[in-house]
């Protein structure tokens, strides 16, 4: 009887252990924020679309499955967005003022408290030493997933893309991770990407808006054309559909304009294009970054522009908006 006893109370606390390590949890704090929401969504397709996570006397709690370490991001009410990276079993907690946001602790795994010691070492410091941090974080730190996230942010999803930075930094994470295969995803994604270098043609693309339409290259020859990827829950990318309105008023049908749209439910894309009274095409399919036509650009951020000219070969890949109003200038006599 003894040994049947010791025999289901291990199995409880085995199953109990079980469901424990497939839970992620996240535990915050906010000083100046009563009550409010984020948003967090996940670079790796860990959350299908969007999760909203309710603060409620300055706290708040977010709890998900999580079989496999994955990024996460947290979009505050500022738009400023923090990654947090979780793993199974693990728990962290989340410190900070919210009128001081920068100076956010994250404590509880190695992972996100390496991504605390890099926030702390980079402010203060100018864009350039950032850059210049990041990359020596990468080298020192090379099998985290921070360095991967530090690889994205600063050397690829930025209005000056640094290919070649990228590649030798993705192989110097490939000498020591583990998780290859996620590497080599990110190598194969740089390549595409470096298939936008300025001077070349657009890749070929074809895909359907929200109103049934066929879009494809053949939209891009003729006369100039901006690209862009926005998504509804994103501050800067509404803000640059608000000043691609501005350009259709501008230059008419002298420039061409086409907007993808991540949101993961079609339906919040078709509201903001018709409460917009935005004219030009919008393609949004609900599968956010895994859009068939991004997977192929090697997009994986917003807002992303590219501009290309008359004769469908690219001009700017991801300006910022003073480039893109100097480049139409000259492309639009």
Known sequence: ?????????LTLILVSCGT???????????????QGEFY??????????LDTIKVEGGRFRYDIDCSSPSTLVIVFPNYSEQPVFAEPGGKVTIKADASHL?????????????????????????????????????????????????????????????????????????????????VMTLKERIQVLSNLSVGKPLPKFSAKDINGKVVNNSLLKGKPCLLSVWGTWNYDSENNQSRMIDYKRMYGD??????????????????????NSISWPNVCDGKLFESP?????????VPY?????????????????KIIEEELKKLIK
């Open 20 to 34: 424990k390590s497939n839970r992620f949890k996240i535990d915050g704090k906010f000083l100046n924020l009563n």
């Open 102 to 182: 920068k100076k956010m602790e994250i404590k509880g795994t190695d992972e996100n408290e390496l991504m605390t010691k890099f926030r702390k070492m980079i402010d203060g410091v100018s864009p350039p030493d950032e850059c210049l941090h990041a990359e020596t974080f990468i080298k020192d730190h090379s099998d985290s997933k921070v360095s991967l996230y530090l690889l994205q942010k600063y050397f690829l999803n930025t209005h000056k893309p640094d290919y070649n930075k990228a590649l030798e930094l993705s192989n110097v994470i490939l000498s020591e991770t583990q998780d290859s295969l996620v």
């Open 40 to 49: 967090v969504y996940s670079m790796d397709g860990s959350i299908n679309g």
């Open 293 to 301: 036509v991004l997977r192929s650009l090697g997009i994986t951020d």
């Open 254 to 275: 002298k420039l061409t304009l086409l907007s993808f749209c991540v949101d993961a439910d079609v339906n919040n894309c078709k509201r903001r294009v018709k409460v």
């Open 305 to 321: 522009n590219i501009l290309v000219d008359k004769n469908g070969k690219v001009v700017a890949v991801n300006p910022d908006i």
């Open 1 to 9: 009887m003894k040994r049947l006893n010791y025999i289901i109370l």
